[in-house]
């Protein structure tokens, strides 16, 4: 059964610290591995990695893949208060267009 | 452009109602997709559209949970009856046909079973 794992679930940290969320994954046909962030309802589009080793960034955030391991990790540098969110990690397969969601890393950022 | 709408934002219903949720998705975008996301847990795909026709309905509960999408447009989602463990946020997302990954998701639809 495909599945996506996310570590860890929760994550308090003070404001200016640099964090890592981690993803893992086992699937079949994968295809690309994705991250969102979710603060209110609606998840928005923050990567998508499909080459082990290539690291994505945009301002404090990066995300990197490596498909041996099977996981893939998102850091955020310099945290603010606005980066509060749930960062969910998906998984894009080849199979029906399908995306598999993990239960996501709810992180809280003390001012 | 605007973007995915959803209605209602917010429901609440006792155990054994019916309910109905509606979505209409971005302009063009052949696919949609609908979610269920429970409270502390990530979004758990329902059902995918591509236009009218349904590609993947495998985790829908079909004997209590039905959707459609007539016209290829607008989708509705009902639940008949509702159960306690119902109770979730119900994402919308759309896209363009084979771009997956950039799925355009609505504010969502809480509900809450009583």
């Known amino acids: 059964e495909d599945k996506v794992v996310q570590s860890p679930l929760s994550l308090v940290v003070h404001e200016g610290d640099t964090v890592t969320l981690n993803c893992s994954y086992e699937?079949?046909?994968?295809?690309?591995l994705l991250w969102y962030k979710q603060e209110k309802k609606a998840p928005t589009f923050l990567f998508m990695l499909?080459?082990?080793?290539i690291e994505k960034k945009s301002g404090r955030l990066s995300s990197i893949l490596d498909k041996k391991e099977l996981f893939s990790i998102l850091n955020i540098t310099a945290t603010q208060t606005g980066d509060s969110a749930v960062y969910l990690c998906?998984?894009?397969?080849?199979?029906?267009?399908?995306?598999?969601f993990g239960k996501g890393t709810r992180l809280h950022i003390l001012p | 452009e605007a973007g995915v709408a959803q209605s209602p934002r917010y429901k609440i219903i006792e155990k054994r109602q019916s309910v109905a949720f509606w979505c209409n998705p971005i302009?063009?975008?052949?696919?949609l997709y609908w979610y269920q996301q429970i409270l502390g847990q990530g979004p758990k795909l329902l059902i995918q559209?591509?236009?009218?026709?349904?590609?993947?309905d495998s985790q829908l509960p079909k004997d209590r949970f039905s959707a459609e999408r007539l016209k290829g447009v607008d989708s509705t989602l009902k639940i008949q009856p509702a159960k306690l463990e119902d109770s979730a946020v119900y994402l919308c997302?759309?896209?363009?046909?084979?771009?997956?990954?950039?799925?355009?998701f609505g504010p969502g639809t809480r509900l809450t079973v009583t």
């Open positions: 997302a759309s896209s363009l046909m084979f771009t997956v990954h950039e799925q355009y």
């Open positions: 699937v079949t046909n994968f295809r690309s």
């Open positions: 499909t080459s082990s080793g």
């Open positions: 998906a998984v894009e397969t080849n199979r029906d267009d399908k995306i598999i």
């Open positions: 302009s063009g975008h052949a696919t």
């Open positions: 559209f591509q236009n009218n026709g349904v590609v993947d």
